[in-house]
């Protein structure tokens, strides 16, 4: 069965601290991995990663991919609190299908 | 800039009742889909098209049914309401490619509660 599993599934940290998100995967025909931020309203895509062992980076959020050991994570240094959200986990299967992982729900304390 | 929009933010209905979620994007993406969010299980797949009058089971399709007359609107229906069918509902569409993934772009979601 294909599987998307992220971790952990809720964090609370202090305005300032670093944020490491984890997300693993079991899936056929894996074609790539993206990484969404969903605050009240519809998921908005931050990173599409493809290749093993290259970072994606985007300011204070960075990501990277293991395909070897089957996971990703996703890095926010210096979080804010404008970094509260959830972020989703999402493998894509084929050409279009999107398996999603539960989503890390993210709490960024002033 | 894609716009996909859903018919309503918040709704509420009864058990048994017909429901329709209505879902329209303006990019001349041949592609839509609907999803439910639930907390600890992430985003489902329910159902895809990837054309008019095309429907695709999605992961869980069971209770739901899909409509795709025009190729800007994708409605979900829901036949008969139940209680475990009450969740956020979201809608996505996609460009078409040659085999390689496009972005899918969301819309705001519909957070059903039925009683």
């Known amino acids: 069965e294909d599987k998307v599993v992220q971790s952990p599934l809720s964090l609370v940290v202090h305005e300032g601290d670093t944020v490491t998100l984890n997300c693993s995967y079991e899936?056929?025909?894996?074609?790539?991995l993206l990484w969404y931020k969903q605050e009240k309203k519809a998921p908005t895509f931050l990173f599409m990663l493809t290749s093993s062992g290259i970072e994606k980076k985007s300011g204070r959020l960075s990501s990277i991919l293991d395909k070897k050991e089957l996971f990703s994570i996703l890095n926010i240094t210096a979080t804010q609190t404008g970094d509260s959200a959830i972020y989703l986990c999402?493998?894509?299967?084929?050409?279009?299908?999107?398996?999603f992982g539960q989503g890390t729900r993210l709490t960024i304390n002033p | 800039d894609v716009k996909v929009t859903q018919s309503s933010r918040y709704l509420v209905k009864r058990t048994g009742e017909k429901v329709f979620l209505e879902c329209v994007q303006d990019m001349d993406h041949e592609n839509m889909f609907w999803y439910r969010q639930d907390p600890g299980l992430g985003l489902r797949l329910i159902y895809f098209?990837?054309?008019?009058?095309?429907?695709e089971k999605g992961d869980i399709p069971e209770g739901y049914s899909v409509s795709r007359e025009k190729k800007e609107r994708f409605s979900l229906i829901l036949e008969s309401a139940s209680t475990n069918q009450t969740s956020m509902y979201l809608c996505?569409?996609?460009?078409?490619?040659?085999?390689?993934?496009?972005?899918?772009?969301f819309g705001p979601g519909t957070r059903l509660t039925v009683t």
């Open positions: 996505a569409s996609s460009s078409r490619g040659a085999g390689y993934y496009h972005e899918q772009y």
């Open positions: 899936v056929t025909n894996f074609r790539s």
């Open positions: 999402a493998v894509v299967q084929g050409a279009q299908k999107l398996v």
């Open positions: 098209s990837y054309d008019v009058k095309m429907k």
